[in-house]
Structure formats: C-alpha cells, structure tokens
C-alpha cells in the first residue's frame, strides 16, 4: 500500500474542521452533519434562546419602568406586550412564558409586587396570547377581539388589588362620583331624568371594551411595522386596513 501523499498528510486538523463547518452551513446535497456538530448546533441555539429571553425580558421591564415614573403618554404603553409576543414568534411558547416571568420577578425586585404583578396582568398575559396568535396566522379581529378581553380583565384586576389594598371599593367610589356628574350636568342642561348608577356602570363597561379594542388595533399597527423589520412578521392586516394605510403586503 502506497503512503499517503506529502499534501493530504499536510492538512492542518484545524482546517479540515473549518471545511467540515462550511461544509455543513453549504448544505450540500448526501452530507449530514456529525453528532458533535449538532450537539455544538443544539448548544448554540439554546445559548441564543437564553440571551433573547433574557434580553427582551429587560427590553419589556426596562419599558414599564421608564413609563411608570417617567410617564411619555401612551406612546409606551404600545410597547409594553411586544417583547413577549416578539418571543414567541422567535422561540416559542415556553421562551414567550419564561420572558413574561423573568419580567415579573425583575419589577418585583426593582419596583416591588403590586406593581410587578399589575405588569403581568395584562400586558405579560396579552403578550404571550398574542405571540401564540400570530404564530398560528389568526385574523386580526380575532387576536383583537381576545386582545381586548385580556386588557379589560386586567383593567378590573387592577381595580380590585387597589381596592385590596385601599380597603375600600373604588370601583363603586368612582361610578357614584361618575353619576354625580353626569346628574349635574343634566341638572344644568334642563334633562329632568335622573341617571341610574346601573345604566353608568354599563356605559362604564361600554366605554373600557371600545378603549380596548382601540388599544389592541394601535398594538397591531405598530407590530406589523415593527416585527416585519425585525423578520418575525405578524398576520396580514384586513384589505380596508391595507388601502388605508397603502401598505403593500
């Protein structure tokens, strides 16, 4: 048997091992990649689900943080869910989960958890809902109709924790002074009927759920613009959304 050549016995082992990595990225044709490159594959993608988790998780606290003491209008509010949907998307539910409670226990530590927890209900909630629904290609008037009811919910949470804590109802305190109002303002306006505190509790109700699903149509216009540059696009918006905005999809 003859010896092997001068140049094969020349190769250096590190070498061969980048041609065996750019073999495996090239995709060619018949070749699989050895057992050690795919734990190495496995390893990295794990290590990247960890650092995004983590990141996001930051980005959304971070988010909550600047807008609870640093208020900007509602400008923020628009962002406070994107961070974990944008997780699931990318990774997943158990990423979208993992950053929403990675979110909670880092306000709790900074801002303590009354308000950690009035972060994850909604918004950690409504961002793990609609990752899901996006991920599953669901139209916007479902993701906004199931949006709305999450965000509502968390309204009348809050309500009741501060109430909790207040000992005192501050729902029934506010709908009283509400129809106070609105019987004065009848007084002044010459409306002899007096508002029952039932039919302001309605209207009350009436009102939350069409500022929601307000909310949730502005959360949907800024993820479409923002999540498709970030190649993690969301479902296509409704042709009247399209012709309004001239959006091409």
Same mark, same amino acid.
């Given at each position: 048997?003859?010896?092997?050549?001068?140049?094969?016995?020349?190769? $250096?082992?590190?070498?061969?091992?980048?041609?065996?990595?750019?073999?495996?990225? +090239?995709?060619?044709?018949?070749?699989?990649?050895?057992? &050690?490159?795919?734990?190495?594959?496995?390893? &990295?993608? $794990?290590? !990247? %689900?960890?650092?995004?988790?983590?990141?996001?998780?930051?980005?959304?606290?971070?988010?909550?943080?600047?807008?609870?003491?640093?208020?900007? /209008?509602?400008?923020?509010?628009?962002?406070?869910?994107?961070?974990?949907?944008?997780?699931?998307?990318?990774? /997943?539910?158990?990423?979208?989960?993992?950053?929403?409670? +990675?979110?909670?226990?880092?306000?709790?530590?900074?801002?303590?958890?009354?308000?950690?927890?009035?972060?994850? %209900?909604?918004?950690?909630?409504?961002?793990?809902?609609?990752?899901?629904?996006?991920?599953?290609?669901?139209?916007?008037?479902?993701? %906004? /109709?199931?949006?709305?009811?999450?965000?509502?919910?968390?309204?009348?949470?809050?309500?009741?924790?501060?109430?909790?804590?207040?000992?005192?109802?501050?729902?029934?305190?506010?709908?009283?002074?509400?129809?106070?109002? +609105?019987?004065?303002?009848?007084?002044?306006?010459?409306?002899?009927?007096?508002?029952?505190?039932?039919?302001?509790?309605?209207? +009350?109700?009436?009102? %939350?759920?069409? $500022?929601?699903?307000?909310? !949730?149509?502005?959360? &949907?216009?800024?993820?479409?613009?923002?999540?498709?540059?970030? $190649?993690?696009?969301?479902?296509?918006?409704?042709?009247?959304?399209?012709?309004?905005?001239?959006?091409?999809?």
């Amino acid at each position: 048997m003859s010896d092997p050549s001068p140049l094969s016995s020349s190769v $250096n082992p590190r070498e061969s091992e980048t041609q065996e990595w750019v073999s495996v990225d +090239a995709d060619i044709p018949g070749s699989e990649p050895s057992d &050690h490159l795919a734990k190495l594959s496995a390893s &990295h993608r $794990n290590s !990247l %689900i960890l650092v995004e988790t983590a990141f996001l998780a930051s980005a959304a606290s971070l988010i909550w943080f600047v807008n609870y003491y640093f208020p900007m /209008g509602p400008v923020l509010r628009l962002f406070f869910a994107l961070p974990m949907a944008l997780l699931y998307l990318r990774w /997943g539910k158990r990423a979208a989960v993992m950053g929403a409670v +990675a979110s909670f226990l880092l306000l709790s530590v900074l801002m303590g958890p009354t308000r950690s927890i009035v972060f994850l %209900i909604p918004y950690g909630w409504l961002g793990v809902v609609l990752g899901g629904m996006w991920k599953r290609k669901s139209p916007w008037w479902m993701s %906004i /109709g199931t949006g709305s009811l999450i965000v509502a919910i968390g309204f009348f949470f809050k309500y009741w924790l501060l109430s909790i804590l207040l000992g005192r109802n501050l729902w029934a305190y506010a709908t009283i002074q509400i129809t106070a109002v +609105a019987d004065w303002i009848f007084i002044k306006l010459g409306i002899l009927a007096q508002p029952s505190l039932m039919l302001v509790q309605v209207l +009350a109700v009436l009102m %939350i759920l069409i $500022n929601s699903i307000v909310y !949730l149509f502005v959360v &949907h216009l800024v993820s479409l613009l923002l999540l498709d540059r970030l $190649n993690s696009p969301i479902p296509r918006p409704p042709k009247w959304v399209q012709i309004l905005l001239d959006y091409d999809v």
